[in-house]
DNA sequence: CCGTTGACTCTTT
DNA sequence: AAAAGAGCCAACG
């Protein structure tokens, strides 16, 4: 069991979901999110991820802009960078190259 | 209930 | 190509 999500979050579950269902060495972008949960709450996202309840069990630092560009993190996007690079995720000009960009979930 | 804010994204200059 | 504006939705006060 690696972490149990509370089933009454609603929304911010939701999110949670599908950022769990990242694999490892993939990243994904705050608008594949939100249209995963069928929403186009592009920015509820960022706020539900920036308040993150549920820090180091949900892999935030898996999310990005859609430009490939890092977005935020609310440790530093230095912090997010490398976290990235240690799931073996290869960056281009300090984005995320397209290929292990997930735009759909 | 209304207004502001934000780790966003898309379109237009 | 880079910058600015508009649009979108949920959380908070």
């Known amino acids: 069991m690696v972490f149990k999500l509370p089933k009454k ?12 269902r990242v694999p490892k060495g993939k990243v994904t972008t705050y608008a594949a999110l939100a249209h995963a949960v069928g ?9 539900v991820m920036n308040k993150n309840p549920y820090a180091p069990d949900v892999p935030c630092h898996r ?7 890092l977005g935020g993190y609310a440790g530093g996007e230095k912090r997010k960078l490398a976290m990235l690079k240690a799931e073996g995720i290869v960056f281009k000009n300090g984005k995320v190259e397209e290929k292990y960009i997930l735009r759909e979930l």
């Open 9 to 20: 979050e609603g929304f911010a579950h939701a999110v949670y979901a599908k950022l769990l």
């Open 39 to 47: 929403t186009r709450a592009y920015r509820a996202i960022g706020q």
């Open 63 to 69: 999310v990005i802009s859609s430009d490939g560009n």
